[in-house]
């Protein structure tokens, strides 16, 4: 459940009635959320299904039941739109492996219609990623791997960013810049930001959480 609902007004995800199970688990019936602008926690113990929920609501993995809309854009007739409207890629994929990271960025700028060029560019300073950019991403370390998908999903203006365990693998530098970065979108009023972790993310202001349980 959230534990604050935004006003009607402010409604960028809406989840009605969701169901999804694994041939040996039910993980979600009935589910439903309103999540607006800020930073929205979703917390609970590994195998809860903080990861799936992330996939369900980018739209990778499909529900038995329900629908989702973003900015009443309805994932089930529209999408395509849908998923310009979410940044998602789950940090353990090989899915862009023989990209360098130049050219994932270059890709980006093409599905995401506000993609902020010269965010990216701090971005990349920020998480020194310069001496990267033209390295095949599966010949980068799970903490370089994973500042590209963050400089990318902050880069990618969507108004919906789906964020899987963000800062494992990181260094300290790097958590303390994420840090910085996530007290930002607190404040953001246009982007709703879902951060999946087993904890609170030290003083950020969050706008909702979603509890899932141990």
């Not at 993980?27 to 113990?45: C, D, H, K, M, Y």
């Not at 994973?146 to 790097?174: C, E, I, Q, Y």
């Not at 087993?198 to 141990?214: F, N």
Request: hydrophobic content about 45%; charged content about 15%.
């Amino acid at each position: 459940m959230t534990s604050i609902a935004p006003p009607i007004s402010s409604i960028l995800l809406q989840a009605d009635g969701l169901h999804f199970s694994y041939p040996q688990r039910t993980l979600f019936e009935n589910w439903s959320a309103r999540i607006g602008p800020g930073v929205t926690l979703v917390q609970g113990g590994d195998g809860c299904g903080k990861s799936t929920l992330l996939r369900l609501l980018s739209g990778e993995l499909a529900a038995s039941a329900g629908q989702l809309q973003i900015n009443g854009i309805d994932l089930g007739r529209q999408a395509q739109a849908y998923r310009a409207q979410v940044f998602w890629v789950d940090p353990r994929s090989e899915e862009f492996d023989q990209l360098s990271a130049r050219d994932y960025f270059a890709a980006l700028a093409s599905r995401y219609p506000a993609f902020d060029a010269q965010a990216l560019l701090e971005l990349i300073a920020g998480w020194s990623l310069a001496p990267h950019l033209d390295k095949r991403l599966y010949m980068l370390s799970s903490g370089s791997r994973r500042k590209v998908w963050l400089a990318a999903a902050f880069a990618s203006n969507a108004p919906v960013t789906l964020l899987d365990d963000p800062f494992a693998a990181l260094d300290g530098a790097s958590i303390a810049y994420l840090m910085t970065l996530l007290q930002q979108a607190a404040s953001d009023p246009a982007r709703a930001s879902i951060l999946a972790h087993y904890e609170a993310p030290g003083k950020v202001a969050l706008a909702a959480t979603i509890a899932l349980g141990d």
